[in-house]
């Protein structure tokens, strides 16, 4: 990058907002995902106070056809705010402001820098609920939007697009576009507010968000089930919802697993017995939830758990709620890649097996765990497997990673499932996006990033 776009740069950010020293960066050219071949520079950082600062930074990046890729909180597992191509990377650290706190209409409105942690703090102090919990709370309101998030409380209110009213983007022309609001309803023609959730940046630059909210639950019990094998766990997820019971969460995990995290952690998961669990969230009014709480008891024992462990401290739910969320961090020095297929969840058992079959067949190891109550599970595909109290290195673990992860995305396409729940698709699953859209549905989507960003100055190298 020249002196005199420096230069213009920083005119617009100011000095102390604008990073363009290579040894300053190395933090900007990763994600969550360890994977070396993934490793890139970018130009230069910037760290605009507001969205017309955003507006005359992508002016310049569009007449220059200057890549440019916005970052929130990095933790992403895709690969999808590395900047492969260089140029710049729009880090939201000084846009974190709460600009509205709407308690009639029950909505907070952001700026995207915001993280996860500060909005569940702002949602706290005024008597609001905000019901995702993707596992890592630095990551910020742009970044949930833009992937989609979801995390173990989903089953039973959604994900991030049941909870975003409206947006502000800034498009690749340099507009500040407002769309949505904060009503609830809509049948007016297509939905740009849809098509920018889940858009990774590719679309163009949320700057503001209206969130929806509800009032905190008077109760929350989190149970932990223990079962003699995975089958019977798994098995029993959708007796819980037929039975009329909607949890906040229903996750599956295995002993070998969690085993990991209590060493990774030095905290201690509730029970010994048992060779897999589930963890299951109740939340509402104090009796009812108590009830619920009773009554996936009572479904579970007759349909063979080994126990029942009902918690209902606060301090030791968040504790139990740790664990899970720190999964990812225990095995991540030793993790190629996490995926996040969704399958029916009728069909999750059949995944694990085939997924088992696959691990067997290439002498690897493959944790798998999530989320049983909507279909969406985590593999990780391991370069070391834990034996005897240490790591040890897999065999050839990385010629085999490409072809591991090609058969697993083959299994969830035969078993009519997709190819990320949650993470999105970023750089690292891009190849495989073949495997489950049409080529016409791919050239639509195409032929749409086009319309939006046709000199592809966004995010390239994403999503295609
Ligand atoms: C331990 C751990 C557990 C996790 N658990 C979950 C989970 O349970 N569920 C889940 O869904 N995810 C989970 N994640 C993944 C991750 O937290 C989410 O993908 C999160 O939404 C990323 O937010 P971020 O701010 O870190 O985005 P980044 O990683 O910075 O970016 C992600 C994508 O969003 C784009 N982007 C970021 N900000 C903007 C913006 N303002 N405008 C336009 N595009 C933008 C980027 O360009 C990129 O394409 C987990 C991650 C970790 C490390």
Redesign the pocket.
Known sequence: MNRELILRFKEIVGEKNLIYEKEKMVDYSH??VSLSEIYNLPDIILKPENSYQISEIIKICEAEKIPL?????????SG??IPVYGGVVID?ENMKKVIEVDKENFTITVE?GLTLREFYDICAKNGMFFPP????E???I???I??N????RAVKYGVMRNFVRGVEVVLADGSIENIGGKYKKSSSGYSLLNLFIGS??TL????KATISLLPPSEKVYTLIIPFENLKQAIKISPLIIQNGIIPLAIEFLEKNTIKLVENYLNKKWPCEIGNAYLMVMVDGKETETLMMAENIAQIVTENGALDVFIIEDEKRQKEVLDIR??I??ALKSNTLEILDVTVPISRIYDFVCEVKKIEEKYATYIPTYGHAGDGNIHNHIMKAKFKDDKWIEIENSKEKYKIIKNDIYLVAKKLNGIISG???I?YLKREYLPLFFSEKQIKIMKEIKKIFDPNNIL?PG?IF
């Open positions: 994600d969550e890729t916005a970052r929130g909180g990095g933790t992403g597992l999808g705010c939201f995207a919990h993707p596992g890592d630095s990551a910020t742009g970044g949930l833009a992937t998030a979801g995390g173990a990774e940046g163009g630059i949320i700057t969320s720190m990812y961090e949650e993470h999105g970023g995010n994403k």
